[in-house]
């Protein structure tokens, strides 16, 4: 099989390149190793930026996304018992949008399935080299030639790990914590979400629908689920988001549960030869900036760009994408890396550190300067910020 851009992954980076090549006139064929039940039922993220979404609405991907989103103008710190509102429009001039990830490849894989073009779903032993991508699908051996791969397929994926030991430069850091989060068949307690400091370690309440919580909290790395009953997770959240007045935290049946690793990482730069790294295989962040899927979907905006020109006889579009993504990819893991370390307690309660934090929150919250580089963070720089 041959086709022209060979796309690794079917998640948010993968797809959404997939549709920004088709209205291009670029074809593809797009790989996962999942079912498509599997992609469009994996929780992850919720928030999206408002470039994000503007990109979206332009390549005509959000007509769901419009209906069902919740739009927010601002969130809440919450530290030593009391609340306080970051007004994100009103400083940065944007919304962001609360819209699930799940729902998000829901619509892009039947918009990918609309076009006739391929999708191939639980395919295995895929191998990656410049031009080429062998895999197995229904216990066939394929072999698809490409001009151009793009490695879409997350952290986990078989793209940057086919890329030769030394051509790639790793910079990474591990954060002595983990995320346990749930959903709850239960309504928001707040209309916004509430990014809490506690002693006792960090909480987060967020949502997915007028009806569904979503709520995580500080835990060990090497957390064990079979420790957390429901009762002892809404006890801790309740004590973690309590407030000195007027606060109850709804609680409700659990739906799902889950521990997530917090990993700030970049490899450089994000291209070999022909294979383009986009998204979760390029770089992660720790998920309290929120920034993770805008980010891949950033890179894949570049990408297809650059694809554009490349079969219009121009490379220099290709030359300069890992560098154009990057300069976008590092103010993301400084934002994400200081709400993170602004957020989070260190697990030796270390006491200077915490005044440290104390000191940055009331900084936040009391300063407009320091409100205003929050919020224009937080809802996203311009695509086309350098
Ligand atoms: P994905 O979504 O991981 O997609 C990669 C796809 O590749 C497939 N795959 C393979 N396919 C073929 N062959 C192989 N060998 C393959 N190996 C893997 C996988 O099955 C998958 O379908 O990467 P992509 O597209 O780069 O998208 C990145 C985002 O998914 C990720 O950054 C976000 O979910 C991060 N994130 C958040 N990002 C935000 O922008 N806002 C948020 O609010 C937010 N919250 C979060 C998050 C991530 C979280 N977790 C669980 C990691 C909250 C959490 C808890
Ligand atoms: C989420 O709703 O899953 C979510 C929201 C904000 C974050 C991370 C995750 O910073």
Not at 64 to 84: A, S, T, W
Request: with cysteine.
């Amino acid at each position: 099989m041959r086709t022209q851009v060979g796309i690794v992954g079917a998640g948010p980076a993968g797809l959404v390149l997939a549709h920004l090549l088709h209205r291009l006139g670029i074809d593809s064929v797009v790989l996962e190793n999942q079912t498509r039940e599997h992609i469009e039922r994996r929780i992850r993220a919720g928030v999206l930026e408002h470039g994000t979404v503007d990109l979206l609405t332009e390549i005509g991907l959000a007509e769901r996304l419009h209906k069902e989103r919740m739009v927010h103008h601002g969130l809440e710190l919450l530290f030593d018992g009391e609340g306080h509102r970051i007004p994100l429009t009103e400083l940065a001039g944007r919304e962001i949008s609360i819209y699930g990830q799940h729902e998000l490849v829901k619509d892009l894989v039947a918009a990918r399935l609309a076009t006739g073009r391929p999708l191939v779903f639980s395919v295995s032993d895929v191998a990656v080299s410049d031009r080429l991508v062998e895999y197995t699908v229904d216990g066939r051996r394929e072999s698809l030639e490409c001009d151009i791969v793009a490695g879409c397929d997350g952290y986990h994926g078989v793209c940057r790990p086919s890329i030769p030991a030394g051509a790639l430069q790793v910079y990474e850091r591990d954060y002595p914590y983990a995320w346990l989060g749930i959903l709850a068949r239960t309504p928001p307690s707040s209309e916004e979400l509430i990014y809490a400091y506690h002693e006792r370690g960090f909480a987060l309440h967020s949502m997915r629908s007028p009806q569904i919580t979503r709520l995580y909290l500080q835990v060990r790395p090497d957390e064990n689920l079979d420790g957390w009953p429901d009762e002892r997770i809404w006890t801790e959240l309740q004590t973690r988001l309590s407030r000195r007045r007027g606060f109850h935290l709804a609680d409700g049946p659990i739906l799902e549960k889950g521990v997530t690793a917090m990993r700030s990482f970049v490899v450089e730069p994000m291209r070999f030869g022909r294979l383009f790294l986009a998204g979760d295989a390029a770089h992660i962040v720790p998920p309290t900036g929120a920034k993770g899927l805008n980010l891949a979907v950033a890179d894949v905006a570049v990408l297809a760009t650059a694809i554009a020109d490349f079969y219009r006889g121009d490379e220099s579009g290709l030359n300069a994408y890992s560098e154009r993504c990057l300069r976008r990819v590092w103010r993301v893991q400084h934002f994400s890396w200081w709400m993170t370390s602004m957020l989070h307690r260190p697990p030796d309660g270390d006491p200077f550190s915490h005044r440290l934090q104390l000191s940055q929150l009331r900084y936040v919250v009391g300063s407009t300067a320091a409100a205003t580089s929050l919020a224009e963070n937080y809802v996203g720089l311009p695509l086309d910020w350098t």
